[in-house]
């Protein structure tokens, strides 16, 4: 029986399947209208499976996964597995119109990947439109067998997953702000795993309720799932070691509040080690854009000691769980101070050498009122429209055929390579800027990389209409943020700030508001590979830009062929 095995695994090797002890995990997301009842009123959710959060993965480092997802919905969609390195496989990141075309009403589409040196927490998501306000869940990945976790094992494992709720249809909101051209409406709560908790109407019986017991260790992944805002997430009484982000190892430190932009991903380790009874966790906004409205309001979730007494039954007022002290709504020193303790573990090789070095603006825009606009359709600041861009490029997505199929088959006129290296002007990007500067030039314009480059991009952010936090997402790669700081970034100066020893390594870098973030990596996945605002609203706006990664030499530095039930524009 054993060389059988044998055989049959060499066998498979030598058709390229192969990945050492991998397992292959087959599962079916069927995306389709759900009726979810939240702040007293029931909406049709757009879920997976009839689940909000949808349904988690579970996987170990070297698995690969199959995933059939049958859209049933009236929207077209895609799935994206945020962070996922897609080495080769590219076909399968789910970007709408930038690596497949969207997967119509009654349409299906099996995603294929491996998820190859990569541990910790991750997740999916819909990139279609502002579906992703409900379409998402966890993946987990843990180490391959034999391995373990760099840190003690926890006794139990619990995903956090921070999200938004709009008490409407999340699409009608994007549709009437695109009409409109002002700003959509926030969102009416926050919710973890799904549900509001105590401080909202209607939402204390389905609060989520995380247990621990006396003397345990839990280990927490949190994602910030939020379409539009950065959040803040403590608990009551109890404190985190911080272990891991965007699914790479971290150096542990110790802090009692956690941020992460939408995108990001967080484990931290919690400690059983308070008195047994009941705690708050909570999470509200990060706001870093002045003077510009936001949703105000505060999720929790119970942390509860299983030897804790039991909690009153209905109609006898029993002691209310402990609530914690969060941040102000503005607190950028938490956020720097946060984000500026992150170190990978040990010394990392983090590329020296670089032959691309490339700045990026980004930020906000304000284009005029089209002449053949009547005023209802230009309702941003004195009767204009909203827009974002990045290098002064507002980012236009194709319609008939998406990025990854016009450069795999050379298709002329979806897109140009003359994406600028550098801003097209210089200016004082966080002082006072000219409103001459406010108007982007939309284009579908990509920056072309040689297979094996080394990259730096310098992130600057931009007060143009207003500075904000800008939590910057590049797919098909983990980036190393070598530094970051306030104001106009200096090449004289500030590269003596970089960290080229123990970098946190991620995929999705919060840009400082009013300041600047700087990027590298090793451009060794071939492809097309969007980078954009997480931020929905921006993106909506044309806040992106997308890599041409070339091949490199032989089949294994190649983008893999397309699948043959690629859906069709």
């Not at 989520?208 to 006396?214: H, R, S």
Request: hydrophobic share 35%; net charge neutral; charged share 15%.
């Amino acid at each position: 029986m054993e060389s059988f095995k044998t055989i049959l695994f060499f066998l498979i090797c030598s058709t390229m399947l192969c990945w050492v002890n991998g397992e292959v995990h087959r599962h079916q997301f069927v995306i389709q209208a759900t009726p979810v009842k939240r702040l007293c009123n029931t909406h049709m959710a757009i879920t997976v499976n009839g689940m909000l959060p949808g349904p988690t993965l579970e996987v170990k480092n070297g698995d690969t996964l199959e995933i059939e997802v049958v859209n049933k919905a009236r929207y077209n969609a895609t799935i994206h597995w945020h962070g996922v390195r897609q080495m080769r496989t590219g076909w399968a990141d789910g970007p709408e119109f930038v690596t497949q075309c969207p997967i119509r009403p009654g349409g299906s589409y099996t995603y294929r990947f491996t998820i190859e040196g990569q541990e910790g927490t991750l997740w999916w998501h819909a990139h279609s439109s502002w579906l992703r306000a409900t379409v998402y869940g966890a993946i987990i990945i843990r180490p391959r067998e034999g391995e373990s976790y760099p840190f003690p094992k926890p006794k139990r494992e619990t995903e956090i997953i921070l999200g938004e709720w709009w008490d409407a249809n999340p699409m009608d909101v994007v549709r009437q702000a695109t009409m409109t051209g002002a700003a959509p409406n926030n969102s009416d709560a926050y919710t973890i795993n799904g549900q509001p908790g105590d401080l909202y109407k209607c939402s204390s019986k389905d609060t989520t309720i995380v247990p621990i017991d006396v003397g345990e260790t839990n280990l927490l992944r949190v994602i910030n799932a939020a379409l539009n805002q950065p959040l803040f997430f403590t608990v009551a009484n109890h404190k985190f070691t911080v272990v891991g982000a965007d699914a790479s190892y971290l150096k542990p430190f110790t802090t009692s509040v956690i941020m992460l932009g939408p995108g990001q991903t967080t484990d931290v380790l919690i400690q059983g080690n308070q008195l047994p009874a009941r705690y708050y966790m909570a999470a509200r906004a990060y706001q870093s854009a002045q003077n510009a409205p936001f949703d105000n309001t505060t999720t929790t979730a119970i942390l509860e000691y299983k030897s804790a007494p039991c909690p009153a039954k209905k109609g006898i007022n029993g002691p209310k769980p402990i609530m914690p002290s969060l941040p102000a709504y503005n607190d950028i020193n938490t956020v720097t101070s946060f984000s500026q303790s992150l170190r990978s573990p040990r010394k990392v090789e983090v590329p020296t050498e670089i032959d691309e070095s490339l700045f990026f603006t980004v930020g906000l825009g304000l284009n005029n009122c089209p002449p053949n606009f009547p005023s209802s359709r230009c309702q941003g600041p004195n009767g204009t429209r909203f827009t974002a861009s990045m290098n002064n490029v507002s980012f236009v997505f194709p319609q008939n055929f998406s990025l990854l199929q016009a450069h795999q088959h050379g298709i002329p006129g979806v897109f140009t390579t003359d994406f600028p290296a550098t801003p097209p002007l210089k200016f004082d990007y966080t002082g006072n800027v000219s409103q001459s500067l406010y108007q982007p030039v939309p284009g579908t314009k990509l920056y072309k990389l040689k297979y094996g480059s080394k990259v730096q991009i310098v992130l600057q952010d931009t007060s143009i209409v207003t500075p904000e936090n800008h939590p910057i997402h590049l797919h098909g790669y983990d980036f190393y943020i070598v530094a970051e700081g306030f104001g106009n970034f200096d090449p004289k100066t500030d590269t003596s700030k970089f960290n080229l020893v123990d970098p946190p390594q991620r995929n999705t870098v919060g840009v400082p508001v009013n300041g600047w973030a700087v990027i590298r990596f090793v451009a060794d996945n071939p492809g097309v590979w969007i980078m954009h605002c997480h931020l929905d609203v921006h993106i909506t706006w044309g806040l992106a830009m997308a890599f041409v990664v070339e091949n490199g030499l032989g089949e294994l530095q190649s983008l893999q062929a397309p699948p043959p039930d690629l859906p069709i524009c």
